[in-house]
């Protein structure tokens, strides 16, 4: 029986602490809020007990970050796509931050089964003067493992609403997207790190940011399947192939945290969750 899952949470400032209020249906929600950087910032972990998705399954989230407010939001551990017996399994988020809000979306990485059917799709509007960082990391198959992605599809959305569309349609069968010097170059994790805006980024803070994003590519084994990029005026993202998650995931938190310095002034703060 396939599993339908709902949660909402809604963020708000109250007394200089960031708190947030949520309601939950199925099998999806968070744990305690955390303040490793004091009341300002709020860190939520979400919670998939099933651990993966199967055809037919569904979980949807929607996200407010009220004025003035600063959520971070990450997962214990991968999100799995397992095999399908022919049902579409999504996963969509809707996050609306207002102005003077910030919002960091930071999920651990999406693994596709062979043989799933999935739909990824998240998109993130941002009223002028708030801002974001979030990424996206997608790894085909478990190579690891030993059992590549041979069948099956991955259809991936991220958006934000005029400014920023990019959309993936992988099927396991599509010989020349994956493993073409022009498509993936045989590589199989994809992942994208992106800082966006309600408003235009000012040019000498996005070329800082860009600046401090490349030389970090330049310094990491991945220099040579990487590169970082203004899109739109509103938007900077940092795009990575790799062979596996690990290298993939170690440079994106690199930038992560430099960009998180630089246009928040926020010192590191690596989720708990993640050395557990």
């Not at 968070?30 to 009341?39: A, R, V």
Request: proline share 7%.
């Amino acid at each position: 029986m396939p599993w339908h899952a709902q949660l909402q949470l809604d963020y708000s400032l109250e007394n200089q602490r960031t708190v947030v209020r949520h309601t939950h249906s199925g099998p999806l929600r968070i744990l305690q809020s955390l303040y490793p950087e004091g009341d300002a910032v709020c860190h939520n972990v979400l919670v998939h007990p099933p651990g993966g998705l199967v055809g037919g399954d569904t979980l949807s989230m929607q996200v407010n970050v009220a004025r003035g407010a600063h959520a971070l939001l990450t997962t214990p551990g991968a999100t799995r796509f397992y095999r399908s017996d022919g049902e579409t399994a999504l996963q969509s988020l809707e996050a609306e931050v207002a102005e003077g809000a910030r919002l960091e979306w930071l999920p651990l990485e999406t693994l596709a089964y062979s043989g799933c059917i999935a739909h990824n799709q998240a998109r993130f509007s941002l009223a002028p003067g708030a801002e974001m960082i979030g990424w996206d990391v997608t790894a085909l198959g478990l190579p690891q493992a030993h059992l590549p992605f041979v069948s099956g599809s991955f259809a991936q959305h991220l958006e934000v609403p005029g400014a920023w569309l990019e959309r993936a349609l992988i099927q396991a069968g599509d010989e020349r997207l994956l493993n073409s010097p022009l498509g993936l170059a045989s590589q199989r994790c994809m992942a994208t790190l992106f800082f966006a805006a309600g408003s235009p980024i000012a040019r000498p803070r996005r070329d800082a940011a860009l600046d401090a994003a490349r030389n970090l590519v330049a310094a990491h084994n991945l220099r040579a399947s990487a590169g970082a990029t203004a899109p739109a005026s509103q938007v900077i993202v940092l795009r990575v192939l790799a062979p596996v998650v690990e290298p993939a995931m170690h440079l994106l938190r690199q930038v992560w945290l430099a960009w998180r310095g630089h246009f928040w002034e926020q010192s590191s703060a690596i989720p708990r969750i993640w050395s557990m």
